[in-house]
């Protein structure tokens, strides 16, 4: 059996959740509090990683991809709360759509969410750097612990991968309240990546030695 640490399971699950993060604030629909909230919650898990990884057993590579993780997500979430006054793309539209089309059903200019169309937006590019700093620590921890390194490396790497998709989405469904008229297509994505994940996660738990081999003693 493969006998991974909390540490390593709490930067996989950052990891995930952050490059999920990536992937739907690219879109330029989701209102800047959603990437603030991911950014906090797996900055948060980056830490708790690196503390517990320092207390226990140490694996050097991996902890410096914890500090790179959290310094990735740090700076994503200052440069997002700095440049918060351009919102994002699509929401701005939304907005103006909205305020657009009451003006015209009931001739009342309907106080709308303002934004600054001329400030730079938050680069969503930025979000790629702490997942790909937590991808080597979870590799580096995977290589680190007992068992086949082949096959710890994939249980980590698609572990990822499915709990940051699952924990995106669960969190972007709730985000609907926060957004009301945010376009289905985000959470649609993520659900269409968890049904893309769960085979090879469910594959790579079973192979021997796994989850099957337990069951049969």
Do not use: K
């Not at 490059?19 to 739907?24: G, M, Q």
């Not at 879109?27 to 320092?54: F, H, N, P």
């Not at 993780?69 to 909205?98: C, K, N, Y």
């Amino acid at each position: 059996m493969i006998e991974l640490d909390a540490a390593t399971v709490l930067l996989q699950w950052a990891a995930g959740g952050l490059f999920f993060c990536w992937l739907t604030t690219r879109r330029r629909e989701v209102g800047l509090g959603y990437g603030w909230m991911l950014r906090g919650t797996y900055g948060l898990m980056g830490v708790l990683a690196l503390v517990i990884g320092l207390r226990t057993d140490a694996v050097v590579l991996r902890e410096v991809g914890s500090i790179g993780l959290v310094a990735g997500a740090t700076v994503a979430l200052v440069v997002s709360i700095v440049r918060r006054r351009a919102g994002v793309l699509g929401q701005r539209q939304v907005v103006e759509r909205r305020s657009a089309r009451v003006a015209a059903m009931t001739g009342i200019d309907r106080e709308e969410q303002r934004f600054d169309a001329d400030a730079a937006e938050f680069p969503p590019a930025l979000d790629l750097v702490a997942p790909l700093f937590g991808l080597v620590g979870i590799v580096a921890g995977a290589v680190a612990a007992d068992g086949p390194t082949g096959l710890s490396i994939a249980r980590v790497v698609v572990g990822a991968a499915f709990l940051g998709a699952i924990s995106d989405a669960m969190l972007l469904g709730h985000w609907y309240l926060v957004q009301p008229g945010l376009a289905r297509s985000p959470l649609l994505e993520l659900v269409r990546w968890t049904g893309a994940l769960w085979l090879p996660e469910l594959v790579v738990l079973l192979w021997p030695t796994g989850m099957w081999s337990v069951l049969n003693g």
